[in-house]
């Protein structure tokens, strides 16, 4: 039942129905912890998505308890290198960027940034990281290093027939 919800949850986030999605990504927690289930990445996934919707609603310290929630549970349960892994990185590092702390999103940023070039140098999550990290370098007033990590994204997008791969 637990990731019914959870797919629920998604379909409603992606229609903006935060509220909604908000519900089924708690029913999927709470299906979890009343088996027991709290040590398993599937659980981390549900509370790292109860935090995205938080983050959403400007709620930073409920979503950033909830992350770090989710990436104790995932540094303890997968390897260093597991794109999952990259995913609670990028996700906090966005609430950092969020809350203006640009040193801490740049660091997770790069974490993620690291595992995702091991698994596929064309992807959009990727792409989609150095897009933010760009974006936190032209906050600083440093153009240049924007300039270069923009390149990258659109060298990314570029190079693939479709314009990006979905991995």
């Known amino acids: 039942m637990a990731l019914i919800y959870n797919g629920m949850g998604t379909n409603s986030y992606y229609l903006g129905k935060y509220d909604e999605a908000f519900n089924y990504y708690t029913r999927a927690v709470k299906n979890y912890d009343s088996l ?48 999952k892994l990259a995913l609670v990185y990028l996700n906090i590092g966005l609430l950092f960027n969020l809350i203006g702390k640009d040193e801490n999103a740049l660091e997770l940023l790069t974490k993620s940034e690291d595992i995702f070039k091991q698994k596929d140098k064309k992807s959009y999550k990727l792409a989609s990281i150095y897009l933010n990290i ?34």
């Open 134 to 167: 760009g974006a936190i370098y032209v906050n600083k007033a440093n153009i240049e290093k924007a300039l270069s990590y923009y390149n990258k994204a659109l060298a990314i997008i570029q190079s693939s027939p479709t314009g990006i791969s979905r991995t």
């Open 36 to 83: 027991g289930m709290t040590q398993t990445v599937d659980y981390a996934m549900f509370i790292q998505n109860v935090g995205i919707i938080h983050a959403l609603n400007g709620e930073f310290d409920e979503a950033m308890e909830l992350f770090q929630h989710s990436l104790s549970l995932n540094t303890s349960i997968l390897d260093k290198n597991d794109p």
